[in-house]
């Protein structure tokens, strides 16, 4: 579904005289449909850039990101061309960070709808679907007219959560999706992707939390290590070695 091609992505610096830096050089890893793929590796290491470059806030400098698209048959994220990415965004990719950028003064619930209104939904079939994730995602029901611009941390980062999974994207791309909130509302987040991975939904994310990501997570690759080797979760060494 998703296989990373010797990926690499450098940045220029402006600032300085230091010139480049390369945090991500020559890496591969590859997905099959329904599984979790989970990277690890230390601060600043290049974890958010490999997500930037599968879903194109950054550019690669050089390497393939082949995903088998639905609608559009296989498709190198590397090359595709901007509408192209934007239909993708629209219709088959969700990314969630810890940072939520919305248009100002539009409600909550309407900025969770809107997310289903390019797939043919009413406005109001599409008000009451958003309602229902906001209510999955411990959102308190005053809060759904409001601004999200005025949310506190884990209430925005629960309305980023709510815009990617309200259109049940084929590819979920998650930064630190539960950075900011608790433990039940974190514990909540799982059981949903733990649904949405049974249902089909490929994914590939970073934890904080490393008990979090063994929980969700079928394989994790570390890219502190020489050649980006994967590491299995616990859980599933653990009934390996039973087996
Ligand atoms: N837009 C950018 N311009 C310049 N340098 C960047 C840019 N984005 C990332 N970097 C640099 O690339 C390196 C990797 O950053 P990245 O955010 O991918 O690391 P990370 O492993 O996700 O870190 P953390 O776990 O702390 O979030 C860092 O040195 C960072 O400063």
Redesign the pocket.
Known sequence: MLEVVNLSKS???HVSQAGK?N?IQGLSFGIRQGRFLGIA??????????L?CIYRT?MPSSGEIWYESLHEGRVDLALADDRQMIRLRERELGYVSQFLKVIPRVPAVDVVAERLLPFGWSQADARREAEAMLDALRIPWKLWQAFPATFSGGEQQRVNLARAFIVRPRLMIL??PTASLDRDTTAAVVGMLQGMKREGTTMVG?F?DWDVMEQVADEIVD?GRAGGATVRPEREAAAARTE
């Open positions: 940045f220029e610096l830096v945090p590796g230390p601060s600043g290491i290049g974890k958010s850039t490999i930037k950054y930064d630190e970073i904080h890219i």
